[in-house]
């Protein structure tokens, strides 16, 4: 049985890919990382989010492999990608088949709020 955790812009698998399909694994995890493209990603920006499954992982390392465990990893990457687009780092990507701006209404330069609280 493949033991996964997906949230709306993580998708965590225990499986390794093989002529395409999810193989499961106790051993392996699978990273897919904004399937729908609702946002504009740069090279840098995504290897922050490796870069942390990467410590969330080793922070786990020895704890039994189950969904729940897979959530809080795929929980706490959400976190880093809210905090990603708050900072302007990542972007909606407008030509997204999905505009739901699900993380809140994208930002829009406006010098007339400029400093301003709306």
Request: proline share 3%; hydrophobic share 35%; net charge negative.
């Amino acid at each position: 049985m493949l033991t996964k955790s997906t949230t709306r812009h993580i998708r965590l698998y225990a499986a390794e890919i093989g002529d395409n399909e999810l193989i499961p694994s106790q051993n392996v995890l699978t990273l897919d990382i904004d399937p729908d493209n609702e946002f504009i990603w740069s090279e840098e920006t995504l290897q922050k989010v490796y870069r942390q499954f990467d410590r969330l992982v080793e922070a786990n390392n020895g704890r039994e492999l189950t969904e729940y465990n897979l959530r809080r990893i795929g929980s706490d990457l959400e976190h880093l990608i809210r905090s990603l687009l708050a900072s302007g780092e990542i972007s909606y990507n407008l030509n997204s088949r999905v505009l739901n701006y699900s993380m809140g209404l994208p930002r829009v330069q406006n010098p007339d709020s400029e400093g301003k609280y709306l």
